[in-house]
């Protein structure tokens, strides 16, 4: 099956404490992003990457890295967390230039991460 | 700046109803439009993607329709039923060399037996 795999899909840390969250696509995607959604501000890019080894700033990347090494994996590293980063985290990931021949058309979602930081 | 609007914000209705759910975009250069439905703390589904040159897509129920010339995108959801009450979200993603989705804030829908 076609699919955005996230881990963990819950997770509860404290403030500084460093995190990983995983996210890995079988579907030989070339671009892959990474999303949080908030109350009242809806979906907003953190970081997307449109190749290995090629990654980018979205609309909110402070206080979070990432790597695309390999295709199929594209993590998002909270290196000093704070509470202001709690939110429900998203990857995502699309054929290149969002072509409608390769099926599933457009972007995949993950399941996402509810990320809570005290 | 491209900015996503959906209106209304929250819908609820009888099953059994024929519905509208209304998508407007202020730049009308974008590359495809997509709708998404969201449950309650869960992922985005996929529901269709509409190509710039394309003006409608089909899948089962739902019909979208794109008239970038004005900026809108409507997806109706034919003969609704309680399952289909969720969070519906259409994103825009410009036609620059980027990988990027614009959302709007979503339309919350309920479809009551």
């Known amino acids: 099956e076609a699919q955005v795999t996230q881990n963990p899909r819950y997770l509860i840390t404290v403030t500084g404490k460093k995190l990983t969250v995983t996210c890995s696509q079988n579907m030989n995607h070339e671009y892959m992003s990474w999303y949080r959604q908030d109350p009242g501000l809806g979906l907003r890019q953190i970081y997307y990457?449109?190749?290995?080894?090629?990654?980018d700033k979205g609309d909110v990347p402070e206080g979070y890295k990432v790597s695309r090494k390999e295709k199929r994996n594209f993590p998002l590293i909270l290196e000093s967390p704070s509470p202001n980063q709690t939110s429900l985290y998203f990857c995502?990931?699309?054929?290149?230039?969002?072509?409608?021949?390769?099926?599933?058309?457009?972007?995949?979602f993950g399941s996402g991460t509810r990320l809570t930081v005290v | 700046k491209q900015e996503v609007t959906q209106i209304p914000a929250a819908l609820s209705v009888p099953e059994g109803e024929n519905l509208v759910l209304n998508c407007s975009f202020t730049d009308s250069a974008i590359y495809n439009l997509q709708w998404f439905r969201q449950d309650p703390g869960k992922g985005l589904t996929s529901l269709l993607l509409?190509?710039?040159?394309?003006r409608e897509q089909t899948s089962g129920r739902l019909n979208a329709s794109l008239d970038k010339s004005s900026g809108r995108s409507t997806l109706y959801i034919a003969a609704s039923q309680p399952g289909d009450s969720a969070t519906y979200l259409c994103?825009?993603?410009?036609?620059?060399?980027?990988?990027?989705?614009?959302f709007g804030t979503g339309t919350r829908l309920q479809v009551f037996p």
């Open positions: 509409i190509q710039s040159s394309q």
């Open positions: 990457s449109m190749n290995v080894e090629v990654t």
């Open positions: 995502a990931s699309s054929p290149r230039g969002g072509q409608h021949t390769t099926l599933p058309y457009g972007y995949t």
């Open positions: 994103a825009v993603r410009p036609p620059r060399n980027t990988d990027k989705l614009i």
